[in-house]
């Protein structure tokens, strides 16, 4: 235990001392106060479009916090939006793309100072970053088996990124890694202990909610509205093509009939559900489907559905240009959000944000919480009704 803490606390006095030197060779303390402080993230690799929202409302709800408790003015470090392992267009470029070709940061800023990347650029020059973190698990459940939260600088475990967003003029004063396990406010600790000015978090996904679904959470929440120009092209699509009420499906598929076997219906099945609810939906025909299936499940899909209205959206070459893969995913969340009724993937977190766009705006909530059920698991558990709260 004394060996761990005087490690610790050598690294963060030559931190300190390191700051104070280059801070005052172009700056001087009192003004240097007053300037903000960044924090930049990134989430392991692999990981989609709609978990990495979650987990900007996780750092978003850390900045809160630290701005309460901070002398300093801290903000957030938008990170770019880079070659998502979902996005499966291979002739078009996805890569450093602005938070604000899929939001409106304008709204988001009005809850939560963030800039995105290229302002940080612009703010810090090519400094170095004060701090590199990488958070990774403390050891297995056998070792580590009461959960309470805590963090320890430790030795690094696996791969380390140092390169982040395939930028190669990012650099460090200091790179250590930490065992964490808790709520991302606990990051404040790492802050209060490092005391850098700018700090970049990797795998920011393992600091966890501090209230799930709370005010704070909804608040964020609601700040995340799509960018105005995706609006606008859904709103075409639904004028040309969805004039009546119609219903909404999403079926996630790919990696996750193989990931849940048990909760995602075959096509065959998908179909029958689908007709299920529409003959309970009196009068209604029309349902869109919202989905990142191969063609060929689409067209069987369209077969067993040939009663009805089946509509989806599918990109013209500009709008795929312009909008890209993530573009594309939004506008049919868009649509979803908006349908008379919805019913989405089990686990699918595609469809948990579909929910809480269609809480936002009001739905009653059986026309939002409703799931696919597998073949074999006609009676399976429904979506928890995380309500809006104001
Ligand atoms: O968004 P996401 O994290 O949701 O990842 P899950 C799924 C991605 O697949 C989306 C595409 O971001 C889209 O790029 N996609 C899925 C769709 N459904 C649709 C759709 O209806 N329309 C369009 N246009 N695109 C998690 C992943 O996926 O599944 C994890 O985040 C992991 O990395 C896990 O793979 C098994 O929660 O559904």
Same mark, same amino acid.
């Given at each position: 235990f004394t060996t761990f803490l005087l490690f610790r606390c050598s690294m963060c006095s030559d931190l300190k001392n390191h700051l104070?030197?280059?801070?005052?060779?172009?700056?001087?303390?009192?003004?240097?106060?007053?300037?903000?402080? %960044?924090? *930049?993230? $990134?989430?392991?690799k692999?990981?989609?479009?709609? *978990?990495?929202?979650?987990?900007?409302?996780?750092? #978003?709800?850390?900045? =809160?916090? !630290?701005?309460?408790?901070?002398?300093?003015?801290?903000? &957030?470090?938008?990170?770019?939006?880079?070659?998502?392992?979902?996005?499966?267009s291979t002739n078009i470029m996805q890569d450093h793309l602005p938070w604000? /070709?899929? %939001?409106?940061?304008?709204?988001?800023?009005?809850?939560?100072?963030?800039?995105? *990347? =290229?302002?940080? %650029?612009?703010?810090?020059?090519?400094?170095? /970053? $004060?701090? =590199?973190?990488? !958070?990774?698990?403390?050891?297995?459940?056998?070792?580590?088996?009461e959960y309470f939260d805590k963090w320890e600088i430790t030795n690094c475990k696996g791969h380390v990124q140092s390169e982040f967003w395939n930028l190669k003029n990012l650099t460090y004063t200091l790179s250590l890694c930490i065992s964490f396990q808790g709520s991302s406010t606990l990051l404040a600790e790492i802050i209060e202990e490092l005391q850098p000015r700018t700090i970049i978090f990797d795998h920011a996904e393992l600091a966890l909610h501090n209230f799930y679904s709370g005010k704070e959470y909804w608040a964020i929440r609601k700040s995340m509205?799509?960018?105005? @120009? *995706? =609006?606008?092209? #859904?709103?075409?699509?639904?004028?040309?093509?969805l004039k009546q009420d119609y219903m909404c499906a999403h079926l996630?598929?790919? $990696?996750?009939?193989?990931?849940?076997? @048990?909760?995602v219906p075959s096509i065959k099945e998908t179909a029958t559900q689908i007709k299920d609810k529409l003959n309970l939906l009196n009068n209604i025909d029309t349902v869109y489907?919202?989905?990142?299936?191969?063609?060929?499940?689409?067209?069987? !899909?369209?077969?067993?559905?040939?009663?009805?209205k089946?509509?989806?959206?599918?990109?013209?070459?500009?709008?795929? @240009?312009?909008? &890209? $893969?993530?573009?594309?995913?939004?506008?049919?969340q868009i649509i979803c959000s908006q349908a008379i009724y919805f019913i989405g993937t089990s686990h699918s977190t595609f469809s948990f944000r579909i929910q809480e766009e269609r809480e936002i705006l009001g739905f009653p909530v059986e026309t939002t919480f409703n799931c696919f059920c597998g073949d074999n698991n006609k009676e399976c558990t429904q979506p928890t009704k995380w309500r809006l709260v104001e």
């Open positions: 104070s030197d280059e801070g005052e060779s172009f700056v001087s303390h009192s003004v240097f106060d007053t300037l903000p402080r %960044f924090v *930049l993230y $990134d989430v392991n692999p990981e989609g479009f709609n *978990l990495r929202r979650d987990v900007f409302i996780r750092m #978003a709800s850390f900045i =809160h916090y !630290l701005n309460k408790k901070s002398k300093y003015q801290w903000i &957030l470090v938008l990170p770019p939006w880079h070659r998502l392992y979902h996005w499966r604000s /070709l899929f %939001f409106n940061v304008e709204s988001i800023k009005k809850t939560t100072p963030v800039v995105e *990347l =290229h302002e940080f %650029f612009q703010i810090n020059k090519l400094r170095s /970053l $004060d701090a =590199h973190v990488t !958070l990774q698990h403390f050891n297995s459940f056998e070792e580590n088996p509205q799509f960018s105005n @120009n *995706l =609006h606008e092209v #859904a709103k075409g699509f639904k004028k040309k093509y996630r598929r790919r $990696d996750f009939v193989y990931g849940h076997p @048990n909760n489907i919202a989905t990142d299936s191969s063609k060929e499940e689409f067209l069987e !899909l369209c077969e067993y559905l040939q009663d009805y089946v509509f989806k959206f599918i990109a013209d070459e500009e709008t795929l @240009n312009r909008y &890209l $893969d993530g573009g594309i995913a939004i506008i049919d």
